[in-house]
């Protein structure tokens, strides 16, 4: 392992069997070369309509945060980056960054303003909107490709 430690943060558990799988692969990919510590939040109560329930999946994920994270959230508004920029991403941060870069990934109806507002960047994965356990995964495979990418291993074309 040479990389700096890494963090995620989800709302939520992945229920279907095909997400799982598909996180676990890519998690267990990643793990070759860089701890990866996931964490998950309970959702918001479904009671509670979408602008609360977002502001008590907000304060979870606030609360998971530990003083060493770097907050890198996931948001359709943030920065699109290509699969080499997120490789430059890493490696910036792996020289430059003061604490552990962790990448918040919010629940079925997106994120809190305050989980924003506390961001050191806002990224997003795409321009579609993404169901969140379909954006789990990809977020894991964009990471497990930058380290392809740092390595020079042929996974990115």
């Given at each position: 392992?040479?990389?700096?430690?890494?963090?995620?943060?989800?709302?939520?558990?992945?229920k279907?069997?095909?997400?799982?799988?598909?996180?676990?692969?890519?998690?267990?990919?990643?793990?070759?070369?860089?701890?990866?510590?996931?964490?998950?939040?309970?959702?918001?109560?479904?009671?509670?309509?979408?602008?609360?329930?977002?502001?008590?999946?907000?304060?979870?994920?606030?609360?998971?945060?530990?003083?060493?994270?770097?907050?890198?959230?996931?948001?359709?508004?943030?920065?699109?980056?290509?699969?080499?920029?997120?490789a430059?991403?890493?490696?910036?941060?792996?020289?430059?960054?003061?604490?552990?870069?962790?990448?918040?990934?919010?629940?079925?109806?997106?994120?809190?303003?305050?989980?924003?507002?506390?961001?050191?960047?806002?990224?997003?994965?795409?321009d579609?909107?993404?169901?969140?356990?379909?954006?789990?995964?990809?977020?894991?495979?964009?990471?497990?490709?930058?380290?392809?990418?740092?390595?020079?291993?042929?996974?990115?074309h």
């Amino acid at each position: 392992m040479s990389g700096k430690p890494l963090r995620c943060v989800f709302v939520g558990k992945v229920k279907t069997n095909f997400w799982k799988d598909a996180a676990a692969h890519y998690t267990a990919r990643i793990a070759r070369w860089r701890r990866l510590d996931c964490t998950e939040v309970r959702d918001g109560s479904g009671d509670l309509p979408p602008e609360q329930r977002n502001a008590q999946e907000g304060r979870r994920l606030l609360e998971a945060l530990e003083p060493q994270d770097l907050p890198l959230v996931l948001d359709e508004r943030g920065d699109r980056l290509t699969s080499p920029q997120w490789a430059e991403l890493l490696r910036s941060m792996d020289i430059e960054a003061r604490g552990r870069p962790c990448f918040v990934v919010g629940g079925a109806w997106g994120l809190d303003p305050t989980v924003r507002d506390r961001a050191c960047r806002i990224l997003r994965l795409s321009d579609l909107t993404l169901p969140h356990e379909l954006a789990r995964v990809v977020l894991l495979e964009q990471l497990y490709r930058a380290e392809c990418i740092l390595r020079k291993v042929p996974y990115h074309h």
